[in-house]
Nanobody, 125 residues
């Protein structure tokens, strides 16, 4: 089983930046894709960005394109999410996740079977 531990959340004013980190451990065979998801109060969990571990090809949700960037450091077993120009609607608990197999749209929640505990991101106006 893959273990994931997020860090780097916090409170920031709109327009500010944060960098989330996720420490990944466990069988690398189960980390074909790694992703960031978020869940705001009263809303469903939604995919933010995904990266294919083998070659670093990345996908970003339309809502964060041009503002967020997913990246990885495979020797360090780390996943990152650089968040710039944050908006109040980005306020949510952010989770990292890993999937052993992916088909179709890569940011479907049900593809991922390993999850971190989440880190809170709060953006104020």
């Amino acid at each position: 089983q893959v273990q994931l531990v997020e860090s780097g959340g916090g409170s920031v004013q709109a327009g500010g930046s944060l960098r989330l980190s996720c420490a990944v451990s466990g069988p690398t065979a189960n980390t074909y894709f790694k992703s960031w998801f978020r869940q705001a109060p009263g809303k469903e969990r939604e995919g933010v960005a995904a990266i294919r571990t083998s070659d670093g090809i990345a996908w970003h949700a339309d809502s964060v394109k041009g503002r967020f960037t997913i990246s990885q450091d495979n020797p360090k077993n780390a996943l990152y999410l650089q968040m710039n120009n944050l908006k109040t609607e980005d306020t949510a608990i952010h989770y990292c996740a890993a999937a052993a197999r992916v088909s179709g749209y890569v940011l479907r929640t049900n593809l991922y079977n390993s999850w971190g505990q989440g880190t809170q991101v709060t953006v104020s106006s």
